[in-house]
Structures are given as C-alpha cells and as structure tokens.
C-alpha cells in the first residue's frame, strides 16, 4: 500500500512537550507530512540545506487498514492493521522561526527523507501491550528511551480523534508522537531506532 498521508500527532508524551516548554494540549496537535517524504530503514535522511538543527523523534507508526469517519472506539481500534517503528525528522530552527510568526510548520517537517519508517508487524500477528519499549540511539548513544505506556493518548483514541475531524484512508500512515531526549543529529551519523517486538530501523544522515 502507498500511503494517501501521513498524519502525525505532536505533544502526546508529557516529558517531550516540557523539553520543548510546550503547554499540553487536549488532544495532540496534528499536521501532515505528504508521501513523498517517505523512506525506508537502509535510506538515507538528507540534511536540507536551509535549516541547521536537524532533530530526531522515534515514534511508534499505526498503518490503518480500511477508510473510516465518525467511528466509534472500537471501530478505531479495528482500523489499525500493523505497527512500525517510525522517524519524525524534523528541522528545529526552521520550525521556531515559523512558530515565532505563527507560520505553518510545514517547511521544518515536509522535506524530502523526513519521515522513516520500518517493516510492519501486522496486528493479527503481534497485539500490543505499549508496554513496549520505544529507543532511539545515535552513533550508538541512547537519547531515546521509554515505554509507549506513556503516551497521553492511546493509539485508538488518537484513530478516533482524527477521524471526527477528517476522513482516514487505508493506507494512511499515523505517527503517534514522540518521548522525551529529542536532540540535533549532523551528517555523517547513524540512527537506531527500535520498538520492543516491533521492528528496527538504521538510517544515516548525509
């Protein structure tokens, strides 16, 4: 399946939106990253050219498996087929400077190679406990580490609250927001992200 968008939810780890002195909000904000800025573990992330602070978020991915408006809990839940281990590469310095003019992010999440994702495991193979671990290592340094526990907002919820706002297609991609330790990567480093029974992915920046 090639995904129709890819929608992404920020601040749904507490510990990450106080690192970044962002306010909790109800529901984690939304914004889309387009298809093409997908690649695969064994890629390689790009560094653009117009911002300096690349950063990395590990994120757990929902691949979702059938179209759905207005579900309930439990159709949200029935909508998710798989898991990946996913990266929100994101450019920080681009990203304030259009926050400062209340500007859209899109510039510091959109590029080309900023949304990395693993293999699947799909959901009838694999039920999710979210007391999984999610890490990210750089160069072999854990700046990364948590349970998925600790999301604000569960993955279903998040289906849910997405879908009473816009249609979800199958296909769609949904990244679930990211734990706290987000931090600069340069060209020349390797990426390890994982998600305990989920999969892997290794990346380098160039």
Not at 54 to 79: T, Y
Not at 104 to 119: I, R
Request: charged fraction near 30%; aromatic fraction near 6%; glycine fraction near 8%.
């Amino acid at each position: 399946m090639r995904p129709g968008k890819i929608v992404c939810f920020g601040r749904n780890y507490a510990e990450h939106a106080k690192e970044l002195g962002n306010e909790i909000p109800p529901f984690p904000l939304v914004f889309l990253k387009p298809s093409s800025s997908l690649i695969n573990s064994g890629d390689e992330i790009i560094h653009p050219d117009f911002g300096e602070e690349l950063h990395h978020e590990v994120e757990l991915v929902l691949l979702i498996g059938k179209d759905i408006k207005n579900v309930s809990l439990e159709e949200a839940e029935d909508a998710i087929i798989g898991y990946a281990v996913g990266l929100d590469m994101t450019l920080r310095d681009v990203q304030d400077k259009l926050k400062s003019k209340g500007a859209p992010w899109t510039l510091a999440k959109c590029f080309d190679t900023s949304a990395v994702v693993s293999e699947f495991r799909m959901k009838k193979d694999y039920k999710l406990s979210l007391n999984e671990t999610i890490e990210l290592k750089v160069n072999g340094n854990i700046r990364q580490s948590a349970k998925l526990s600790l999301m604000l907002h569960k993955p279903a919820h998040l289906v849910q609250g997405i879908a009473e706002k816009m249609k979800i297609e199958k296909g769609d991609l949904l990244f679930t927001g990211t734990p706290a330790g987000v931090g600069r990567v340069k060209r020349g480093d390797i990426l390890e992200a994982s998600i305990e029974n989920i999969g892997e992915i290794t990346v380098k920046v160039v």
